[in-house]
């Protein structure tokens, strides 16, 4: 990823399509490398989030919730991709609701990343079904960051950053919790060197090379939709 940022900065490497197949938004790596950069800044300086610390990220579908993972793997954060609770109502809303406290409370989640639309959402449920008994964890701070002022390109913090902050083979990555259909959610640990290992083989597999094009609608949160279609994509080039 990090050598396809240097090598070829305007390549798009992300395109985010409608529901009628219409261009929505799209990522150079370029953007990509700087929108990233600047969750890790924020989580480091403002919201003092250290590496190894556990961060979940909760995005409707679309690229802010990749720029938030790569962000997080930038500052050695270890991301905990959730699957975002239903605020449309019905029966199943109080059941998430408990399924996404679990998790945070299993991994003991430093804070939520998401985007402005849902925290509007959020913030408009909690104010419609104040007497409901699904109740979000207490004391769990929500950022967006799509709201974040993008960190300049030729940030000395950035230019300074030496090999020693390289995240290493056996540190976690990211935690996959399992869907708690038939218990509590139970989550996965998957390291760097695992992640690098798996683009690897995908990338063997699918004979996945800089001018292949894939088309995905599987979900962001789960290791198809993540590694196999989001990653491997970035990391091909």
Known sequence: FSEHCRSQPNKVVYIWLD????????LTYRELLRHAKTVCRY????????????VALMYLPGLDFIVAFWGCLLGRVVAVPVYPVNLGGGGKFEQEVERFARIVAACEARMVLSHRE???????????????????PK??????TDELSVVAEDSSEWQQRGREEEPQADEVAFLQFTSGSTGDPKGVVLSHGNLADNVSQMQQCYYSSSSSVAVSWLPQYHDMGLIGKFILASASG
């Not at 529901?19 to 799209?26: N, P």
């Open 19 to 26: 529901s009628r197949g219409r261009e929505e938004r799209s």
């Open 43 to 54: 989580l480091k300086h403002k919201w003092g989030v250290a590496p190894g610390d556990r």
């Open 118 to 136: 849902y925290m509007r959402m959020k913030a408009l449920h909690s104010v419609t079904n104040v007497f409901g008994s699904g109740s979000w």
């Open 139 to 144: 004391d769990l701070e929500f950022e967006a």
